[in-house]
């Protein structure tokens, strides 16, 4: 299985912006598609964005599209999700997860997962 770790969250006023990293440990993210998720507190994990392996396909929730861009470094191991205009609604713990093959929304098609970021936005 693939070793992911995020990085990059913390606190923000509403508008803000913040970028996460998703970094693997394998030399190489061959094949593999990277979700972004979230889940706030006592609610269900959230799909948010995800990206295949050539950076061609991307596909994002809606309550974020216009907003969040999520783009990868296969050079360096590495997926961002760059987030603009933050909401307080945006707030929660955003993890990363790996899958081989195609996007998929649904966390379970995802088998390699990251600790998590928190993400808190302030009104």
């Known amino acids: 299985q693939v070793q992911l770790v995020e990085s990059g969250g913390g606190l923000v006023q509403a508008g803000g912006s913040l970028r996460l990293s998703c970094a693997a440990s394998?030399?190489?993210?061959?094949?593999?598609?990277i979700g972004w998720f979230r889940q706030a507190p006592g609610k269900e994990r959230q799909f948010v964005a995800a990206?295949?392996?050539?950076?061609?396909?991307?596909y994002y929730a809606d309550s974020v599209k216009g907003r969040f861009t999520i783009a990868r470094d296969n050079a360096k191991n590495t997926v961002y999700l760059q987030m603009n205009s933050l909401k307080p609604e945006d707030t929660g713990v955003y993890y990363c997860a790996a899958r081989q093959g195609s996007i998929l929304s649904a966390g379970i098609f995802y088998n390699s997962w990251g600790q998590g970021t928190q993400v808190t936005v302030s009104s």
């Open positions: 990206i295949t392996w050539s950076g061609g396909i991307t």
């Open positions: 394998e030399r190489t993210l061959n094949s593999k598609t």
